[in-house]
């Protein structure tokens, strides 16, 4: 449910005007000021619930609609689907077309909530003990509002740029990005005709790819592709008592045993190349093997009759799904061919739920690339700024097949701790981390869209 009657404080930033970016600007600019706007908007932004399902994220379109047009950017709302409230976001700064835009994509839904879990309310954007908490807050409401403020700081200090500044928020991420993502790229990619989008996934890590305690700055630059499998099988149903020799299940659970032994080989990509290049080792962790092998695991998993299930019923069917992540380069096909190989028994059925894209590797020897390795550590001196393989999803995969170099980038530091609150109860942001990150984003943005 969206919250009615929500307060949107104006807040004052001391505006400077200049007719050109000098070296030195972002330190004239009073970034606790900023900081404080950053946290109050943040704090308004999660107390709106856009959980998908239902997915309704009209709320948080006519939040970014209220908060741009009061600081006289303008932005247009594109409804996809008015009656469940899909509606994406478009703001854009011009530049004078000396380069192709830059464009700032977010996603407004949210994964739901279970409140039983959660210690805080998840919609009231609390601020306990150095953390904001909220869902969102990592997914990837702070990511909004981080490119919101860019937007802001932008305009309020009348910045001339060598491309425009777009600001796209859009709904559906959580489910197909059909009415968000999918639905710009059909419709609107022709006037955004962006070089580069920033996206989500990449943080500020600790502990995350290496066992010991440097912070390591990821951008995504790549995602692997995701597969998913259903397995089948026929048999004979009939009464507990009287087992046939065609069980469904019992094939079903062999076949999955198979499955669950077999250990994909490891292959290093040329963007994990790099990553081991930089840090010299990944340590060994569960996140750091999906980088390196194609990945299954088991999602669902069904064999009964009646609901409840009848104990006494043995099914005619039974199913499963696979979650199958793969590297950019695997082939889905000859993926297939060799898990059909490992379960060896013709009685097993595969098919394909949702067969992957095409995955491009967008190149990170680029202007922004530097840009952003020169101004993360600029802030975070001794970091380190990395390419990055993706293991899950994002709306970058519809963008890069248009030619848009896409980078997942967020300059906040995360813990593993933090990071495990992703889709699970209390997830939060250090207050801190969101403060540093709207400058490093600022920074980033300003000398790509006006050298």
Not at 125 to 142: E, H, P, Q, T
Request: hydrophobic share 40%; proline share 6%.
């Amino acid at each position: 449910m969206i919250k009615k009657n929500l307060v949107f404080l104006p807040l004052a930033l001391a505006s400077v005007s200049l007719a050109t970016i000098s070296p030195g600007f972002s330190q004239q600019l009073d970034w606790e000021e900023i900081g404080d706007e950053t946290v109050q908007l943040f704090q308004q932004y999660l107390s709106i619930d856009s959980s998908n399902p239902p997915g309704d994220v009209s709320g948080t379109a006519q939040f970014y609609q209220r908060v741009l047009e009061e600081s006289g950017v303008p932005v247009e709302l594109h409804w996809t689907d008015r009656p469940r409230g899909r509606v994406n976001v478009i703001a854009r700064l011009k530049g004078n077309g000396a380069k192709r835009p830059l464009m700032m994509l977010n996603h407004m839904d949210t994964v739901p909530v279970d409140l039983s879990a959660w210690s805080v309310n998840p919609f009231e954007g609390i601020r306990k003990g150095g953390y904001i908490y909220g869902r969102g807050a990592l997914d990837m409401k702070n990511f909004g509002i981080v490119q919101l403020m860019t937007m802001l700081v932008l305009h309020r200090n009348k910045m001339l740029l060598t491309r425009d500044a777009v600001f796209v928020a859009v709904a559906d991420e959580e489910v197909s990005g059909e009415l968000g993502a999918g639905w710009i790229v059909e419709n609107k990619w022709d006037e955004i005709d962006a070089e580069y989008v920033l996206d989500e996934g990449g943080f500020g890590t600790e502990g995350f790819f290496t066992s010991d305690d440097r912070l390591i700055f990821s951008v995504g630059v790549a995602e692997k592709k995701v597969l998913w499998l259903k397995l089948s099988v026929s048999g004979t149903e009939g009464h507990g008592s009287l087992p046939p020799k065609e069980n469904a299940n019992f094939i079903l659970a062999e076949a999955l045993s198979r499955v669950a032994a077999y250990e994909t080989p490891e292959r290093i990509t040329p963007v994990v190349q790099e990553m081991i290049r930089k840090l010299g080792r990944l340590a060994d962790t569960p996140y750091n093997n999906a980088l390196r092998r194609n990945t299954i695991s088991l999602t669902v998993l069904k064999g009964y009759v009646g609901d409840p299930p009848k104990s006494n019923v043995i099914p005619s069917r039974a199913e499963a799904v696979l979650d199958c992540r793969l590297l950019p380069d695997q082939d889905p096909d000859e993926f297939v061919a060799e898990l059909r190989r490992v379960i060896d028994d013709p009685r097993v059925t595969l098919e394909y739920i949702e067969k992957p894209q095409e995955s491009i590797v967008s190149p990170f020897d680029t202007e922004l690339f530097r840009v952003i390795e020169t101004e993360v550590t600029k802030l975070f001196p001794g970091s380190l700024v990395l390419p990055h393989l993706i293991i899950y999803g994002t709306d970058s995969r519809l963008f890069r097949p248009k030619g848009a170099i896409c980078y997942g980038f967020f300059p906040g530091p995360v813990t593993m701790e933090e990071y495990r609150s992703i889709h699970g109860s209390d997830e939060r942001i250090r207050e801190s981390s969101l403060r540093k990150a709207v400058q490093a984003y600022f920074n980033v943005v300003s000398k790509v869209c006006s050298n």
